[in-house]
């Protein structure tokens, strides 16, 4: 029989933490000089640098619709891993990674109201030890915001276009136990694998695997509750970050 949630929330991971316990979080906003939005986010021993870059028009696709677009760009520094990246090799894997990050952070922002523009965040991983993408999609929508903001400070659009706050966070199940917030030596031994982006209290995606095993309905339901309270903890350093309100994003109104 599987363990059930309760019984094994207070086993010890090899980094100290409990079961349902997010890695240490830092956000550092206006990392960068000159991109309009920019951060270094850092989740336990992962790094990525995540910036908004603001450009007029659209793609030709988009001509004539009446709406902006947001799409991100991901990639790992040469040496952001024990063994080195090529520094222009694009992967299927770093293909899907971008889509999944552009998906999450246009969930967050009513895109005709952004007539016109494009954002662009690129994710720079320059350490990683698991949880990359979530980490760029959390440190992404920090970037976007203030990207928004400069574009509304310099009367380019008339109010905050956004939506709500985007959150992501990986969760798994390691020897039988639900983890949240896989590093990366547990992330390569996992049963199941799965990347969780909410945007609020609703689910913009759920990526769940079955590496090494299967699981039960009764596990995926424990998994995503335990990612939504991490979630839930990661969009209150985002809002303490944006220095925002609690249960409020500045949409203008």
């Known amino acids: 029989m599987s363990p059930s949630y309760g019984d094994v929330l207070n086993v010890t991971r ?19 000089k000159h991109p309009a939005g920019s951060v270094l986010i ?12 603001v450009e007029e028009g659209v793609p030709g696709w988009l001509n004539g619709e009446g709406q902006g677009w947001i799409t991100a760009e991901y990639g790992m520094l040469p040496a952001a891993t024990s063994e080195r990246n090529s520094r222009y090799r694009v992967s299927g894997r770093t293909y899907e990674i971008q889509r999944l990050i552009g998906r999450s952070l246009r969930a967050a922002v009513d895109l005709s109201m952004m007539d016109g523009y494009t954002i662009r965040i ?27 903001s400069h574009l509304v400070q310099d009367e380019k659009l008339y109010k905050m ?22 590093c990366y030596e547990e992330d390569s031994v996992a049963d199941v694998d799965m990347n969780i982006v909410m945007l609020d209290g609703s689910f913009v995606e759920v990526q769940g695997t079955g590496e090494g095993g299967i699981f039960t309905r009764e596990q995926l339901s424990e998994m995503l509750s335990l990612a939504e309270r991490g979630i839930r903890e990661l969009m209150m350093i985002q809002r303490d970050v944006l220095g925002l309100e609690n249960d409020h994003v500045d949409t203008g109104e």
Do not use: H, M, W
């Not at 090899?14 to 960068?32: A, C, K, Q, T």
């Open 42 to 53: 850092k989740t336990g021993d992962t790094q990525v640098i995540c910036t908004a870059t």
């Open 161 to 182: 276009p956004v939506k709500g706050i985007v959150a992501a966070v990986s969760v798994g199940i390691v020897e039988g136990s639900v983890l949240l917030d896989l």
């Open 14 to 32: 090899e980094d100290g933490r409990s079961n349902d316990e997010l890695r240490p979080v830092e956000i550092i906003r206006g990392f960068l």
């Open 122 to 148: 690129d994710c720079d991983v320059i350490q990683a030890d698991g949880g990359t993408r979530t980490a760029s999609i959390t440190g992404g929508y920090v970037a976007l915001y203030d990207a928004l």
